[in-house]
Antibody, heavy 128, light 108 residues
């Protein structure tokens, strides 16, 4: 059974860097059929995908346009986990942050994409 | 970026009734890239449907999905008390994911 365990501070000061980690059990961050995502949720923005990292013979990252200049997602193969760094945060970055696995499954001549495993979420408040 | 618009915003129904939730995309979406999630307060979203119509592991058959192109539907045939929650559609495309704003199914 795949599980994702999130960790990181719940309070970050404006202009500083938000850092979260997601530890994976039951799968590998280097899996060729999974990608490892960060999503956040706030009343004003709803569910917002931030970005992901994945391995397909080499490492790739995809980032949402809205945060592309401020975000870094890194895998850590030695600890089987991945991390989120969001720079220059403002109160608008206050949200519940989730990590999640997405899968690409081939069946009946099609590729299917979905997010099937989620972390429990970390509430992050940006405030001085 | 594809925008997903869900309707209605809130659905007030009684246990045993049928729920029909809509998800409309701003441009055509591949059915195999369309998923539905259920979220209860204080919990992460849970995968219900992928590929527009395939139930995820362990999801009861009262949940069904349909649709293609720009119009997709999630149907709950007979609402159970545990089904009152918020439901989101989601699509994958151009190496990114987008979510609808959600439909809340509440007890009437």
């Amino acid at each position: 059974q795949v599980q994702l365990q999130q960790s990181g501070p719940g309070l970050v000061k404006p202009s500083q860097t938000l850092s979260l980690t997601c530890a994976i059990s039951g799968d590998s961050v280097s899996s060729n059929s999974a990608a490892w995502n960060w999503i956040r949720q706030s009343p004003s923005r709803g569910l917002e995908w931030l970005g992901r990292t994945y391995y397909r013979s080499k490492w790739y990252n995809d980032y949402a346009v809205s945060v592309k200049s401020r975000i870094t997602i890194n895998p850590d193969t030695s600890k089987n986990q991945f991390s989120l760094q969001l720079n220059s945060v403002t109160p608008e970055d206050t949200a519940v942050y989730y990590c999640a696995r997405d899968r690409r499954i081939a069946a009946a001549g099609y590729y299917y994409y979905y997010m099937d495993v989620w972390g429990k979420g970390t509430t992050v408040t940006v405030s001085s | 970026e594809i925008v997903l618009t869900q309707s209605p915003g809130t659905l007030s129904l009684s246990p045993g009734e049928r729920a029909t939730l809509s998800c409309r995309a701003s441009q055509s979406v591949s059915s195999s890239y369309l998923a539905w999630y259920q979220q209860k307060p204080g919990q992460a979203p849970r995968l219900l449907i992928y590929g527009a119509s395939s139930r995820a592991t362990g999801i009861p058959d009262r949940f069904s999905g349909s649709g293609s192109g720009t119009d997709f539907t999630l149907t709950i045939s007979r609402l159970e008390p545990e089904d009152f929650a918020v439901y989101y559609c989601q699509q994958y495309g151009s190496s990114s994911w987008t979510f609808g704003q959600g439909t809340k199914v509440e007890i009437k």
